[in-house]
C-alpha cells in the first residue's frame, strides 16, 4: 500500500480510506493502486467519499478494517483557517474591498471612458458593466456568509475577475497601442475598482480554505481525478461548448448596410478580435483562454455546486457580450465610424442599418450550452451525496437526513485527526 494511506473500511468490491491530503476510494482486491475516486481532506470531503462508497458497495458487506483512522500529520491541515474568528475577519476585509471595487466601478460609468464618452452615454457599453457590478455585489453578499455560500461567492468572483480582466485590458488596449485616444478617467476607475474586487476574492479563497492546487501526490503520480461516468458526456460538452463559445467569440458580430439616395448599398462587419492593435488582440485572447480554462476548472470541481458557481461567474460576462451587441442594434450608427463625416452622409443621402453576423447566433448558441449545463450542475447539486451525512466525530442527528443512504455513517472513523480537520459544507 503507498505510504500515508490508511484503509478503515472495505466492502464486497470497493474500500475507504485516507491518503496523503484526501480521502479515497479503492479497489477492495488492490489498494495499492492509485484510488478510484478521491475527495479533499475537509468535512464535506469526507461527506462525499462515504455516500458515493455506500452508494456503489454491496448493502451489508461494509466492514471496519481499523478501528480508529491514523492521526493526521501536520501536513495533512487543510488549507482553511483553523480560527473561525480570523476567517470571519477575512471574508468581511473580503466583502469591503469588493464594496470599494463596486464604488469605483460605478463611479467610473460617468467620466470619460474611451473615445472621449463615457459608459453612461453609451447604453451598449453601460449595460455590461453594470452586470458586472451587479454579480462582483452578489458575490459580496454571498462572501458575508459562512461555509458553502462563501465559497460559492468567492468562486462566482473568481469566474468574473477571470474574464473581465481580459475586457478591461482589451479596452485599455487602444490607449496603451499609443493612438490618440487618451485612456479616460471613467476606464481608470473602473480598471481600480477591478482590481479592488480581484483583491477581495483573493482574500475570500483564504477565508473559506478553497484552493485551484491539487495535492502534489496525485499529480507526481501522474493520476487525474477520475470522474464517474455519468458525468463524462456533460463534462465533455461543457468543455467543447466553451472552446466554442470561445471561438465564435473572435469574428466579427456586427453587419452594418450602408445605402445611399441612389440605391448603392454596401455591407460591413466590424468587431474582429484580431483587426485592432496588439494590445486589444492580446485582451481578447485573455478572455477566450480565460472562458476554457474556467469551463475546464468548474467542469471537474468538487462539490459540483461549487462548481457551477464558477463557470457561472465567467459566463455571466459572456453574456453580457451578447446582450451588448443586441442593445447595439437600436442605436444609430456615426458615419464617422466608416471614415465618412456627417456632411458627406447628409450628402449622399447615406442611411446605415445595424444587424447581426451568423457568427453571433453561433456564439449565442454555445453559450446557451453553457448556461443549460451550469443550470444541470446546480440542479445536480440538490441531489449530491455530499449533503447527507454529517462529517465523523459529529453528533449524529436523530432521524436520518433526507436522502441520506441506507448504510450507517460510521462513527468510528473519528479519531485524533478530526481535530487538526477544519471546514463547513
Keep these: 500500500m503507498p505510504e500515508h494511506v490508511s484503509i478503515a473500511y472495505r466492502g464486497a468490491n470497493y474500500a475507504i480510506g485516507q491518503g496523503p491530503q484526501f480521502y479515497g476510494i479503492w479497489p477492495a482486491s488492490s489498494p495499492q493502486a492509485q484510488p478510484l475516486e478521491w475527495w479533499p481532506l475537509t468535512p464535506e470531503g469526507w461527506t462525499a467519499a462515504w455516500m458515493r462508497f455506500a452508494s456503489i458497495e454491496v448493502p451489508g458487506t461494509i466492514a471496519p478494517v481499523t478501528a480508529t483512522r491514523a492521526a493526521a500529520t501536520t501536513s495533512m491541515a487543510p488549507t482553511a483557517?483553523?480560527?473561525?474568528?480570523?476567517?470571519?475577519?477575512?471574508?468581511?476585509?473580503?466583502?469591503?474591498?469588493?464594496?470599494?471595487?463596486?464604488?469605483?466601478?460605478?463611479?467610473?460609468?460617468?467620466?470619460?471612458?474611451?473615445?472621449?464618452?463615457?459608459l453612461a452615454s453609451q447604453p451598449s457599453s453601460l449595460v455590461p458593466h453594470v452586470i458586472y457590478l451587479a454579480v462582483w455585489g452578489i458575490s459580496a453578499a454571498l462572501i458575508l456568509f459562512s461555509g458553502t455560500w462563501r465559497k460559492a461567492g468567492a468562486?462566482?468572483?473568481?469566474?468574473?475577475?477571470?474574464?473581465?480582466?481580459?475586457?478591461?485590458?482589451?479596452?485599455?488596449?487602444?490607449?496603451?497601442?499609443?493612438?490618440?485616444?487618451l485612456m479616460g478617467g471613467g476606464l481608470i476607475l473602473g480598471i481600480l475598482g477591478w482590481l479592488a474586487c480581484t483583491a477581495g476574492i483573493a482574500t475570500a479563497f483564504v477565508a473559506s480554505g478553497l484552493s485551484l492546487r491539487r495535492p502534489r501526490q496525485h499529480w507526481a503520480a501522474g493520476y487525474p481525478t477520475r470522474v464517474a461516468y455519468h458525468d463524462v458526456v456533460p463534462i465533455v460538452t461543457m468543455i467543447l461548448a466553451a472552446i466554442g463559445a470561445a471561438v465564435a467569440?473572435?469574428?466579427?458580430?456586427?453587419?452594418?448596410?450602408?445605402?445611399?439616395?441612389?440605391?448603392?448599398?454596401?455591407?460591413?462587419?466590424?468587431?474582429?478580435?484580431?483587426?485592432?492593435?496588439?494590445?486589444?488582440?492580446?485582451?481578447?485572447?485573455?478572455?477566450?483562454?480565460?472562458?476554457?480554462?474556467?469551463?475546464?476548472?468548474?467542469a471537474f470541481w468538487r462539490p459540483i455546486r461549487l462548481g457551477s458557481a464558477l463557470v457561472a461567474g465567467a459566463i455571466i460576462p459572456m453574456a453580457?457580450?451578447?446582450?451588448?451587441?443586441?442593445?447595439?442594434?437600436?442605436?444609430?450608427?456615426?458615419?464617422?465610424?466608416?471614415?465618412?463625416?456627417?456632411?458627406?452622409?447628409?450628402?449622399?443621402?447615406?442611411?446605415?442599418?445595424?444587424?447581426?453576423?451568423?457568427?453571433?447566433?453561433?456564439y449565442?448558441?454555445?453559450?446557451?450550452?453553457?448556461?443549460?449545463?451550469?443550470?444541470?450542475?446546480?440542479?445536480?447539486?440538490?441531489?449530491?451525496?455530499?449533503?447527507?451525512?454529517?462529517?465523523?466525530?459529529?453528533?449524529?442527528p436523530g432521524t436520518p437526513a433526507s436522502g441520506a443512504t441506507s448504510e450507517p455513517m460510521p462513527a468510528s472513523l473519528a479519531g485524533p485527526a478530526d481535530a487538526q480537520i477544519t471546514g463547513s459544507s
Aim: aromatic residues 8%; glycine residues 10%; neutral net charge.
Design 249 to 298: 467569440f473572435a469574428p466579427a458580430w456586427d453587419s452594418f448596410v450602408l445605402r445611399t439616395a441612389a440605391g448603392v448599398s454596401q455591407k460591413v462587419t466590424l468587431g474582429n478580435a484580431f483587426a485592432y492593435p496588439a494590445p486589444v488582440i492580446t485582451g481578447n485572447v485573455a478572455v477566450m483562454v480565460a472562458l476554457v480554462a474556467v469551463a475546464v476548472v468548474a
Design 320 to 362: 453580457a457580450q451578447a446582450v451588448s451587441a443586441i442593445v447595439q442594434l437600436r442605436q444609430a450608427t456615426s458615419p464617422s465610424v466608416f471614415g465618412i463625416s456627417p456632411a458627406q452622409a447628409s450628402g449622399v443621402g447615406l442611411t446605415i442599418s445595424n444587424g447581426l453576423t451568423p457568427m453571433f447566433w453561433v
Design 155 to 181: 468562486l462566482l468572483g473568481t469566474g468574473l475577475g477571470a474574464v473581465t480582466f481580459g475586457l478591461f485590458f482589451a479596452d485599455a488596449g487602444i490607449p496603451l497601442a499609443g493612438s490618440a485616444h
Design 81 to 118: 483557517p483553523t480560527d473561525p474568528a480570523r476567517a470571519s475577519r477575512l471574508a468581511g476585509t473580503a466583502a469591503a474591498l469588493l464594496a470599494i471595487g463596486i464604488v469605483l466601478g460605478v463611479v467610473g460609468l460617468f467620466p470619460t471612458y474611451t473615445d472621449g464618452a463615457s
Design 364 to 396: 449565442c448558441a454555445f453559450l446557451a450550452t453553457l448556461i443549460l449545463l451550469c443550470s444541470r450542475m446546480l440542479l445536480a447539486a440538490g441531489t449530491e451525496t455530499d449533503q447527507a451525512v454529517p462529517y465523523p466525530g459529529q453528533p449524529q
